[in-house]
């Protein structure tokens, strides 16, 4: 080969040796994680509410709300379900929304219980799917 020719060789070849450089760093790299079917976790939110008290909110002798006083705030933006199980086994169920920081819950519809007819067995509070110590 003539000098002439080798001069313009190294351009073009130092051209084609860029080119696949930067091909080669134009191209991304894609991570895919996979997950058994059923592999997941199926667990509730951990709350950082632990006791309620319940203050029954009456009219004569009908319970028409609760006011419900938390320790601390649930720590995550939730929903709670209230549970009366009353004397004949029939259970009363009212929920809402709470905020993280809500140390309060108000009931004001809902719950109608004439204690002359019925009392009431017991009482369960669930916030983000943990029961609540009341």
Do not use: C, E, F
């Not at 860029?18 to 058994?36: D, F, H, K, R, S």
């Not at 008290?53 to 709300?65: L, P, R, V």
Request: hydrophobic share 40%; aromatic share 2%; glycine share 8%.
């Amino acid at each position: 080969m003539r000098r002439s020719n080798k001069k313009r060789l190294i351009p073009l070849a130092l051209a084609l040796v860029l080119a696949m450089v930067g091909a080669a760093l134009a191209v991304p790299a894609i991570t895919v994680n996979v997950q058994q079917v059923g592999g997941g976790s199926n667990t509730d939110a951990k709350i950082d509410t632990t006791t309620a008290a319940i203050n029954w909110d009456i009219s004569g002798t009908t319970i028409t709300g609760a006011t419900i006083t938390l320790d601390q705030g649930p720590g995550v933006d939730s929903t709670w379900d209230l549970y009366i199980t009353l004397d004949d086994d029939n259970v009363i169920h009212v929920n809402g929304n709470i905020g993280a920081s809500d140390t309060t819950i108000t009931v004001s519809s809902g719950i109608n219980i004439d204690l002359t007819q019925n009392y009431i067995k017991s009482v369960s509070l669930v916030i983000a799917g943990n029961q609540v110590n009341t």
